[in-house]
């Protein structure tokens, strides 16, 4: 393990049963919370791209805004929030995805993201991958070029990122966890 995966471990906490019994929670305030894991965090996701010409990074709800923000600081790129549904002020464009038990929505606004522009998707943790599926689908419908998408966490056992990798979507992640 590299001296950055341990340090990393080391500042995510992992807390049993929350939400519901028989999740393992990978809480990453603790990370954010420590100044020197969280820049190098940061530094890692983002060194692939610093010499390509980024426009915009796409976060999603929640933690994956704190992430976007320092990304988008980094790269000189904008950012753009994926909210669930209800939340955005303006025109938006909305689709379902689907969630363990279930599925929900989530909307981007219409007039985020023009047609050809280069967009990195974040977030904190990527599982079965039903979320950031759905964040893809919103993108392409704007006609974003996906460079990446960029998770902290993998756990790869849950499939999200082959599920990324086979709609042709590049994937970063970090540190990985074995189970879910
Ligand atoms: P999924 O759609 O299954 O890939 O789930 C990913 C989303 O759910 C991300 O926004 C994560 O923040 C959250 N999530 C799923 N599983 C966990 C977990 N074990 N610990 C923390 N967050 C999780």
Same mark, same amino acid.
Request: aromatic content about 6%; charged content about 25%; proline content about 4%.
């Given at each position: 393990?590299?001296?950055?995966?341990?340090?990393?471990r080391a500042a995510i906490r992992t807390?049993?049963?929350?939400?519901?019994? $028989?999740?393992? *929670?990978?809480?990453?305030?603790?990370?954010? $919370?420590?100044?020197?894991?969280?820049?190098?965090?940061? %530094? @890692? =996701?983002?060194?692939?791209?610093?010499?390509?010409?980024? &426009?915009?990074?796409?976060?999603?709800?929640?933690?994956? *805004?704190?992430l976007g923000g320092a990304m988008a600081?980094?790269? &000189?790129? $904008? *950012?753009?929030?994926?909210?669930?549904?209800?939340?955005?002020?303006? %025109?938006? /464009?909305? /689709?379902?995805? &689907?969630? @363990?038990?279930?599925?929900?929505?989530?909307?981007?606004?219409? %007039?985020?993201?023009?047609?050809?522009?280069?967009?990195? +998707?974040? %977030?904190?943790?990527?599982?079965?991958?039903g979320t950031a599926e759905g964040a /893809?689908?919103?993108?392409?419908?704007? #006609?974003?070029?996906? !460079?990446?998408?960029?998770? !902290?966490?993998? =756990?790869?056992?849950?499939?999200?990122?082959?599920?990324? @990798?086979?709609?042709?979507?590049?994937?970063?992640? +970090?540190? &990985?966890?074995? #189970?879910?």
């Amino acid at each position: 393990m590299t001296n950055l995966e341990n340090e990393l471990r080391a500042a995510i906490r992992t807390i049993k049963d929350y939400p519901k019994p $028989g999740i393992l *929670f990978r809480d990453i305030t603790t990370l954010l $919370g420590a100044p020197r894991a969280f820049r190098r965090a940061i %530094d @890692e =996701l983002v060194h692939p791209y610093a010499g390509l010409r980024v &426009s915009k990074i796409a976060g999603i709800e929640a933690r994956g *805004f704190i992430l976007g923000g320092a990304m988008a600081h980094q790269l &000189s790129a $904008g *950012f753009v929030p994926i909210r669930k549904k209800g939340k955005l002020p303006h %025109d938006t /464009v909305r /689709v379902a995805y &689907s969630l @363990e038990y279930g599925v929900d929505e989530m909307e981007m606004h219409r %007039d985020a993201i023009a047609p050809g522009e280069s967009v990195i +998707l974040v %977030d904190d943790l990527i599982a079965t991958g039903g979320t950031a599926e759905g964040a /893809v689908k919103l993108l392409r419908q704007m #006609g974003a070029d996906i !460079v990446a998408a960029c998770f !902290v966490i993998d =756990l790869p056992d849950l499939g999200g990122r082959k599920k990324l @990798e086979d709609l042709g979507v590049q994937v970063r992640t +970090l540190i &990985s966890y074995e #189970g879910h």
